[in-house]
């Protein structure tokens, strides 16, 4: 019953069940279309209409994610932050960028970064992966890639290298002009858009319908998933597990945040600056402390936990849910978090025994999805070579 109703909620979160058909194994490109190797129950991702794929486009956006001629210093590329093998996290509780300067939060996944309508952990004006991509790049607040802009000595790096004299003309024409900031983040994006995580065992138990694809332990904590007060998937819903979902034929859906109780500080700033979530951007005092859901896809992988990765352990962070939000006993966080008045009403606490516990966690575990993290359409191409 409870495969039932998840499924069936998937379902409803993705509006046809035509989409629960394989789109099958990627090809060329031919023309306007791409063929998208997509999971079962997986909906086609919106695509911008100005950046339309094609496989010559994917090709040259994974070159240029792995790339370390897109730092300043030629010490790190994209995927210094996003390693495949963690599904495209780091494994750090806050990132490093590539003058060693520590960022605010951890570095977020970008599995099923297409189906996501808002793409960091506190801007809901960052909606699209080509904008998005110029931050990293850019910023100084933190220094992450550490460019200089607008980017013509990047430009000046890439026009020599063999592979993208060849990929550039592929995807952009035989122009020297189309050696641009624009047509770099635009294949950027495109290979975000294919890391797409959706072969779980949880995936082979639902869609594939193997009944032994995940254990017993792992079908009772799918039931807690679900339940009441538990509810963990009214924040962590749909075939994403983050909330809100876009992708093509769909009604633009708002993007959600939540204050989850992680801290309660005494005065205005309820949680640490620099993250004080979305508030940083609205001003809105009810926005305090409020960030995206992130995916539970591949959650195992993916630790340390929250937006600042002060959490270690899935165990730990089902404690900070169990006990409706977490107290800090002493030191500069000292709070507690239950008591957060922009709190989410969603975040009420709930009674595990630890046998249940397990069963939770088993499951959660259950969403790690090895074919993304060892998939070679994905993985560094230079070191391929």
Known sequence: MTRLIASFVVALTIGSLANFLDQGPRTRDQGPTFAWRLPLGFPTPRVPDDNPMTLEKVTLGRYLFYDTRLSGNGSQSCATCHEQARAFTDG???AVGSTGEQHPRSSM???NVAYSPVLTWANPTITRLEDQ????????HPVELGLAKPGDELIRRLKPVPQYQRLFREVYGDNAASFTMENLTRALAAFERTIISGRSPYDRYHYGRQ???ISPSARRGEQLFFSAPLSCFRCHSGFTFSGATDFEGRRVREAEFHNTGLYNLAGPLTYPPPNTGI???TTK??????????TLRNIAVTGPYMHDGSIATLEEVVDHYAAGGRTIAD???RGVGHDNPNKSPLIQGFSLTSDQKSDLIAYLKTLTDEELLH??????PWEAR
């Open 279 to 281: 508030f940083d951007v």
């Open 133 to 140: 991509a110029l931050v990293p790049m850019f910023g100084d």
């Open 375 to 380: 998939d070679p359409d994905l993985a560094n």
């Open 211 to 213: 009944d032994d694809a």
């Open 285 to 294: 005092p009810e926005d305090m402390g409020k960030f995206k859901a992130p």
């Open 331 to 333: 030191g500069p966080y």
């Open 109 to 111: 996944s970008l599995a």
């Open 92 to 94: 750090r509780a806050k």
